[in-house]
Every structure is written in structure tokens, then in C-alpha cells.
């Protein structure tokens, strides 16, 4: 197809095989590799063959992918995809803000309507930037009604997801345990395959008397994985996963979200039991829960996943995600070093395998690494083009794994499918209502505003700053004209 065509739903027909042509293909699969000038060839909803100069049914519709990396759809095991309503309204919060704002203060104010609206525009998000599932870490559902709303969206766009089911306002142990909760798994979650699944998503708070156990028994009746962030400072603790572990409640499929301040006992607890984490760089270095641990869960074996968390702060994509993740593993592997006086003379982590992280990593979390999570013949063709041919940044790609991670962003995903249908093409969203999402969230913008008020609208969004404390220079700081608040205090203080 040429660049300059108008593209639209009728330019992919369904039942037509697709063919991706001359891309680098990262399959992440370990028996095929890396693929340079790689064909990979789509039938109905399946990966048919990958190679090179396929020969393909005479009714093929041809992507040209020179110049472009061909990966798997990224997967994201944890974001508040509700949360997107108020993007980037918590940019200069702490976790102890988030906690007042949506736990103590604001939270309950949110209607289905406004999950709705958030979900719609998360998951459109997602797919436009080559996340083709995520887990939709939903802990802002008061009632089954707002689960509907979740669902209603999730299914309104052509992404694969998981429902993570949730409700920060409410006890885990008597929401699971409610007569619309089953029903609602019987309404929207069961024979919907592999589209929609669905965990439960609540936290251990340690409290000895693990009144979380009927939650988690709950789960293990409806066979749902327990999503849950442990190790969260301040939070969730060592306590937790005692807990979890000594009434036999960490299993393969459990999900440990942050999994930062934790011990070491605790890590081989994770490790013992089969359970994978579920890392977010940006949110563990900006909110603190506590380092980014996958420098501890690398020597503890542990499998790790990444994820966004909540674009209320920081972005929604994974090239961001694979970025903080490396850099903060290097980071620490570089610190501990100096600790000793010793020189990290090369690296641990790679590029390759934090890429590994955001595609099969999270498809091995979720379960879904039979179905997902490379570019295997037979596997659901879940497939991202990374190609710009506009973009200084595109050329040369001379160590792909290395450009996917730091060179590479959403606005260069060229090409999204999932399940087989191209749901972005050129740059350009097929079948996606933006203008519905967009509108959505506009009036749930409004309806919070009035809600909480200017007042509180305003300090909610500029929380107070804290102060700066110069340290004492002997040879005295320079004096300058537009004083910060720092300056005024240390003057004060002197
Ligand atoms: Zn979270």
C-alpha cells in the first residue's frame, strides 16, 4: 500500500492475510531471534509465518516495513486506566497526595460514567501506542454498575484487556463476596476468551488477622490471579506477603505490584511460589514505594513484567517504562557499586531484555505467553511496527533491542494489530472513536471541578511545595536577584 493512501477500516478487509515486508523482526522468541529484513505473514487471526521473501496467498495485503522494527503488541500488567480522566493532574504529587486525593477525599465523588470515560480514552491510548493488552487495575468501582462502565469502554476499543477488578472505597472481603459480584463475572467476563479476562486487584495490609483471606478465597473459587502492590512504603509490607504465604495464597499467577520495599525473605517467598512482579519505573522513582527493584529481582530470580500505573502522573506508554526500568537498574548497579569503591565495568541488564520485559514478560505474568507475547507461528497476532520514515531519529537502527528502548517513542508506532485486525495504520487509528473519548472525559472534567470546587480543585493539582534547605557554604553562595523560597528560608535562618 502507498504511504499517501487514504486509509481506512476498508483498506485491511477482514479475511484478508496480511503481510508485513522487510521489517527487523524482534520475535522474542528464543528459537527465531532477531530477523533482518523479515517477512511475517498473518492469516485470520493468527501469526502463519515469519521468515524471509515469504510466499504469501495472491490476496495478501502488504505492509511495507523497510525501515521499521517489527516487534510483539507490549503488554501492561498494572494501570488505573480510570485514572486517565484527570491525566497528568497529580505531575507534583507524593503517594501520601495520591492516598488523600482518591482514597480519603475525592474518590468517592467519581460515577460510572467517569470510569467509563477515563477507561475509553486509557485504552484507546494503549493501542495507539503498541500496548495491545493491558491490565485495567480498576479500584475505583463503588458498585457492579461502575464495573459495567469499565467493561462498556475496555469493549468499545479493538485492544486486548484484563479486568482487574477493584474497589479502594470498600473491604475486598465483602465486595467478592457480594451476589452481583458473581453475576457480573457470569454477565461480562465468562466465554469471552481471550479478548477480556480478569483478576482481582486488592492490597494486603498486614493486619494479623488477614481479614483479606476471604477475598483471596474467593478468587481461588472463581480461578481469578490475585493482582496486589505489596512492598509499597508506608503502605504494604514484609507483613502482607507473610500473610499471603503462610495460608498458601502466593501462586504462579499471583501479580506483585512495586514488589520494592521488601526483604529479601519476602523476595524468596515471590520466588519460591512462582509469582511475577509487575514493575513501574517512572511511578517507583517519582512516588516512592521504594527503588525500582528489578536490580534485587534480577539476583532473586524473580520474572518481572512492567506497567504505567496512573497517567493522572506520568506517561501511559512503554516506551517510557522501558526506559525508566533500564536506566534505574543500571542506575543502582552503578551506585552499589561506588558504595564499594568499585567501577561497574559492564552492564548487567540489557536492552534486549527489558523489551523482552514489555512483551513477554507481561504475557508470561498474565498467563497468556501460550497465546501472546512474540512473533511465534501459530500464536494470536498481536504485532507493532516501529517505523518513521519522517523522523531523523528512525536512522540509522543499528542495534535494534537498544533502539526500541531508548531511541524509539509512541509517536513513531507506525502499525498496531490485535488478533489479527490492523487497528492503526500509517500513524492513524482505525475504528477509534477519539472525538466520544475525548468528550467523555471533558464532562467528567467539569463535573470534578464543580464537585470539589476551585479552591480544592486548584491546591489538590498544586500541592504545597516543600522547602529547600541549603547546606552551609563556607565560601558563601552567591547572591542572586530572583530569590527562590529556598533562599528566603536559609537567609532566615542565618
Ligand atoms: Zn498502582
Redesign the pocket.
Known amino acids: 500500500m502507498s504511504q499517501n493512501a487514504t486509509v481506512n477500516s476498508n483498506s485491511f478487509p477482514s479475511g484478508r492475510p496480511v503481510v508485513f515486508r522487510n521489517a527487523t523482526v524482534l520475535t522474542i522468541d528464543p528459537s527465531l531471534g532477531m530477523i533482518e529484513s523479515g517477512d511475517v505473514l498473518v492469516i485470520d487471526n493468527r501469526i502463519a509465518e515469519v521468515g524471509r521473501q515469504l510466499v504469501v496467498p495472491e490476496n495478501a495485503v502488504e505492509i511495507d516495513a523497510s525501515g521499521g522494527i517489527l516487534m510483539p503488541g507490549m503488554v501492561d500488567t498494572?494501570r488505573?486506566m480510570w485514572q486517565t480522566a484527570l491525566r497528568g493532574f497529580g505531575a507534583d504529587w507524593t503517594l501520601t497526595n495520591y492516598f488523600m486525593f482518591y482514597y480519603i477525599n475525592w474518590g468517592k465523588i467519581f460515577r460510572a460514567e467517569d470510569i467509563y470515560a477515563g477507561n475509553l480514552l486509557s485504552a484507546i491510548e494503549a493501542v495507539d501506542s503498541g500496548v495491545t493488552t493491558t491490565v485495567d487495575?480498576s479500584h475505583g468501582l463503588q458498585t457492579v454498575e461502575y464495573a459495567d462502565a469499565a467493561v462498556d469502554a475496555l469493549e468499545a476499543v479493538p485492544g486486548r484487556f484484563v479486568l482487574a477488578y477493584g474497589n479502594l472505597l470498600g473491604a475486598p472481603w465483602e465486595w467478592t463476596k457480594a451476589p452481583e459480584f458473581a453475576d457480573f463475572i457470569r454477565r461480562r467476563i465468562d466465554g469471552r476468551g481471550e479478548m477480556l479476562g480478569m483478576q482481582l486487584a486488592f492490597d494486603v495490609t498486614g493486619d494479623p488477622a488477614f481479614p483479606e483471606k476471604a477475598a483471596f478465597e474467593v478468587a481461588r473459587d472463581f480461578n481469578l490471579p490475585v493482582t496486589t502492590?505489596a512492598g509499597v512504603w508506608g503502605a504494604t509490607n514484609d507483613n502482607g506477603i507473610r500473610l499471603m504465604h503462610e495460608h498458601g495464597f502466593m501462586t504462579p499467577s499471583t501479580i506483585y505490584?512495586h514488589a520494592a520495599t521488601l526483604s529479601d525473605d519476602s523476595y524468596h517467598r515471590i520466588a519460591a511460589t512462582g509469582g511475577h512482579a509487575s514493575i513501574s519505573a517512572e511511578s517507583e522513582h517519582n512516588a516512592g514505594q521504594g527503588y525500582p527493584p528489578t536490580w534485587m529481582l534480577r539476583r532473586h530470580n524473580i520474572p518481572v513484567s512492567l506497567s504505567m500505573?496512573?497517567s493522572v502522573w506520568w506517561s501511559a506508554d512503554l516506551f517510557s517504562a522501558m526506559r525508566a526500568t533500564l536506566s534505574a537498574d543500571r542506575s543502582r548497579e552503578h551506585m552499589e557499586a561506588h558504595k564499594q569503591n568499585e567501577t561497574v565495568m559492564l552492564s548487567h541488564l540489557r536492552a534486549e531484555q527489558v523489551v523482552n520485559w514489555a512483551t513477554l514478560g507481561g504475557a508470561q505474568a498474565l498467563g497468556m505467553d501460550s497465546f501472546i507475547g512474540s512473533i511465534t507461528p501459530g500464536k494470536k497476532a498481536d504485532l507493532v511496527l516501529i517505523k518513521n520514515d519522517h523522523s531523523p531519529v528512525m536512522f540509522p537502527i543499528l542495534h535494534p533491542y537498544g533502539h526500541v528502548v531508548f531511541q524509539a517513542g509512541r509517536g513513531d508506532v507506525h502499525t498496531v494489530m490485535v488478533n489479527g485486525k490492523v487497528v492503526k495504520y500509517d500513524h492513524q487509528l482505525l475504528d477509534v472513536d477519539l472525538a466520544k473519548a475525548k468528550q467523555a472525559v471533558m464532562k467528567t472534567i467539569e463535573y470534578a471541578q464543580s464537585k470539589m470546587g476551585e479552591q480544592a480543585w486548584n491546591e489538590s493539582m498544586n500541592p504545597e511545595k516543600a522547602a529547600v534547605k541549603y547546606i552551609d557554604n563556607p565560601y558563601k553562595y552567591t547572591e542572586r536577584e530572583h530569590d527562590t523560597s529556598a533562599q528566603n528560608e536559609s537567609s532566615q535562618e542565618s
Open positions: 498494572h488505573h487495575w502492590h505490584v500505573d496512573t
